[in-house]
């Protein structure tokens, strides 16, 4: 028998949920406030909330001196083309894993999840070294590759969580009608997995899109993403935290618009299936 919720409980619940939304957003919300202040009023003590003189000088500033669409072009194809290219490797692999398995599945799940907790800095020497007999330094090819090789472990980590829930009887039933293994993969496991796929390749996208520490090391200026963007306002000189915060809001914003879309496709995709 389900226990009833009283008025009281579900209030209290709402304001604890929303209060912790709000610290979780809140970073964002301060950094977008500060892109639209002074240097001076960035860095006034006490700090001003919402009661300051509004402007509009620091995105001026950061688009005059920087093109922002060329670092944010980089950074789609870089992050997009990471997320297509590890779904082409890992839709394949996670299907073997969850549905062909063998002796060693585990150990090789085991052994990709590993390297996520190799320090990025042990393998930067070598993979700098690699870069530059190949031609790759500074191109979006080779930010491509790397981003796809750092997030290939998460990304059949899911898919193979996400086809095990898949019922094998189905597979062999369209093994016994003639299916093919590709036709079996394409036309019968893709389109039962489609909101494992669609959450693993979301998260893979922003994995990449914030990546920070291969796109600083491994470009200068042709395949320099946001990251590098928001990087640039940091100098020797010191950080101009208002300008700082205004290149952060240009380079998150799209990530912003992402999720917001995402979220009502989501709801949407929700309520259609429960009125269906």
Do not use: C, H
């Not at 330094?137 to 080779?142: A, P, S």
């Amino acid at each position: 028998m389900a226990r009833s919720v009283t008025t009281r409980r579900k209030t209290i619940n709402t304001a604890v949920a929303w209060a912790i939304g709000f610290l979780i957003f809140f970073p964002i919300l301060w950094t977008i406030l500060t892109s639209f202040k002074t240097e001076a009023q960035a860095i006034n003590d006490p700090p001003l909330f919402l009661f300051f003189d509004w402007t509009l000088e620091n995105y001026a500033v950061v688009q005059e001196r920087s093109d922002y669409m060329r670092f944010l072009w980089n950074s789609v194809i870089i992050a997009g083309g990471s997320t297509v290219l590890g779904l082409m490797i890992a839709i394949p692999a996670a299907w073997s894993m969850a549905f062909v398995p063998s002796k060693r599945t585990k150990d090789i799940l085991m052994w990709m999840l590993s390297t996520k907790m190799l320090p990025a800095v042990g393998v930067l020497y070598p993979i700098y070294l690699l870069f530059i007999q190949l031609g790759l330094l500074d191109t979006r090819t080779g930010l491509t590759i790397v981003m796809m090789l750092i997030n290939l472990p998460i990304i059949v980590w899911m898919l193979y969580t996400y086809f095990k829930e898949i019922p094998g009887e189905i597979l062999e039933a369209a093994r016994m009608d003639g299916a093919s293994l590709k036709e079996e993969i394409l036309y019968i496991l893709t389109p039962m997995a489609i909101p494992g796929i669609a959450s693993t390749m979301l998260l893979n996208f922003i994995l990449a899109w914030n990546e920070a520490f291969w796109t600083l090391n491994l470009t200068a200026a042709k395949a320099a993403p946001l990251t590098a963007f928001i990087a640039s306002y940091s100098s020797p000189e010191g950080l101009f935290y208002a300008k700082l915060s205004a290149a952060s809001t240009m380079a998150i914003a799209p990530i912003l618009i992402l999720g917001w879309f995402s979220q009502k496709q989501l709801v949407r995709g929700l309520t259609f299936g429960a009125v269906k």
